[in-house]
């Protein structure tokens, strides 16, 4: 009886034993942060897609929805004013670089709503960087549940966010890559945390693809790019220095009007963004959303130089009016969406050239010299577009970071403490993670500045 009351207990036991050590605990809530990510990232889509029936462009004719777009302004300051700063993406990798994670939970309820309300009603921005600080704020949050230390909680944090960026572009692989470097400027750095952000983005997607039953097919439909020759090589070098200056011109551009608005009272600021954008929907229906569903339609319609080239630019305002006004989404895929108009325009001048060659590799070129992600991005790119283009896509990805390694526009990326035996770099004191509409809240490293600890 005794020998089988200890066989009875053996598979509790057996799996106690399996999670009892630290590592093995480690790679549990690695696992836990992916599929709590997975879920969250199908709310959060769910929850924009109920936005988007009654606030998209798609619903409205131009005036009504300009109304739609100042009313949304007006509602982002007062939700700010009330439920407090929703944050971004630099306050995240900051804290991710200092604390190892997010500070606390208290911003999501000021995130959540904001960012629904801005990418739901046809603003610039996508929905990749709202979700990434949800996913990333919960790996966080589970971590401090099982008193982890810093290091493990940045692993845990990093695992959320690879998670939520699956969630939105289908790319595991990609999606756990470019989790990984988008907190440093020149190529990932905190290694350990590749395979556990590849497990969280695996998990994440399997969970999403299970809840809203999408399938795995590519997001995108590009068509057939046929055989790459040696002479696409010297094309993917020229499409990195194309992607480099796009990119320098729009982190730019951010920058100017930043500072334009700075002379403006922050309440007022995402009033004046709507108006904007409001006024640039009559210059191009391509300012306006995030540009998802529109790199398909460039991509497989027959559209003029003219006609691509006004989508590039109207993109480019409209997504840096977003950012710089105070509304909150992701620039990843509105550069994207940039990067392929100009690779049909590019075929359209020099018709000689594999025309999907050259939009995948300005796709990842443009969003390279933003984010800094060189590998992330090609594999973002070509799993998402379902094509076997690494070589010409890697080369201008490479090429774009090596031209705008001294250009930024996430001002908190830097290397790890102790990298290369050096000191860590504090974070510049004039860049300011607040938007101007509530308090600020400055991350703990400028805490220790300020007070002296």
């Known amino acids: 009886m005794r020998r089988l009351g200890t066989l009875r207990h053996r598979p509790r036991r057996v799996l106690l034993e399996a999670f009892s050590g630290q590592r093995q605990r480690l790679l549990l809530v690695v696992l836990l942060a992916g599929l709590v990510g997975g879920v969250a990232g199908a709310a959060y889509l769910g929850l924009l897609h109920l936005v988007q029936r009654g606030l998209w462009p798609d619903h409205w ?31 995240l990798v900051d804290n991710i670089h200092v604390l190892g994670g997010a500070e606390d939970m208290r911003r999501l309820p000021s995130l959540i709503p904001v960012s629904l ?3 739901g009603s046809g603003g610039g921005l996508g929905p990749e960087a709202p979700l990434v600080q949800t996913t990333g704020t919960l790996g966080t949050w589970l971590a401090s549940r099982f008193n982890f230390d810093r290091t493990d909680v940045r692993i845990v944090t990093i695992t959320g966010m690879a998670a939520g960026f699956t969630v939105l572009f289908g790319a595991p692989l990609g999606a756990a890559v470019f989790a990984l470097e988008i907190l440093h400027r020149r190529g990932l750095e ?3 945390a590749l395979v556990p952000a590849v497990i969280g ?8 693809v ?14 057939d790019p046929g055989h790459a020759h040696a002479g696409d090589l010297g094309w993917a070098v020229a499409c990195g220095v194309v992607g480099a200056i796009i990119a320098t011109s729009f982190t730019f551009l951010n920058q100017f009007l930043r500072w334009c608005l700075r ?13 904007a954008l409001a006024l640039l929907a009559w210059m191009s229906p391509y300012a306006l959303t995030f540009g998802e569903a529109q790199v398909t339609h460039i991509s497989t319609t027959d559209l003029a130089l003219r006609v691509l080239l006004l989508a ?37 001048v020099f018709p000689h050239t594999n025309e999907v060659v ?4 300005l796709m990842a070129a443009c969003n390279v010299g933003v984010t800094k992600t060189p590998i992330g991005s090609v594999l973002v790119v070509t799993e998402m577009a379902g094509l076997a283009l690494l070589p010409t896509t890697l080369i201008a990805s490479v090429v774009a970071l090596i031209l705008t390694s001294n250009v930024g526009l996430i001002e908190s990326q830097r290397r790890r403490e102790g990298a290369f035996g050096e000191a860590p770099k504090p974070l510049r004191s004039d860049v300011a993670h607040d938007d101007g509409l509530a308090n600020p809240h400055p991350s703990p490293e400028r805490r220790r500045e300020k007070t002296g600890a």
């Open 201 to 208: 983005s695996l998990s994440g997607y399997a969970v999403y």
């Open 358 to 361: 050259l939009m995948a590799a």
């Open 210 to 223: 299970i809840i809203t039953g999408v399938g795995l097919e590519p997001v995108w439909r590009f068509p």
């Open 61 to 91: 004719t131009l005036f009504p929805h300009g109304l739609i777009l100042v009313g949304v302004g007006v509602a982002v300051a007062v939700l700010t004013r009330l439920l407090g700063s929703p944050g971004d993406v630099e306050l």
């Open 263 to 275: 002379r403006v009272p922050g309440e007022w600021r995402p009033a004046i963004g709507g108006v």
């Open 190 to 192: 905190y290694y350990e």
């Open 117 to 119: 309300l801005c990418v």
């Open 312 to 348: 590039v630019f109207a993109k480019m305002l409209g997504a840096s009016v977003t950012l710089s006004s105070g509304w909150r989404g992701g620039f990843i895929i509105p550069l994207f969406f940039m990067g392929a108009a100009l690779g049909r325009a590019g075929h359209i």
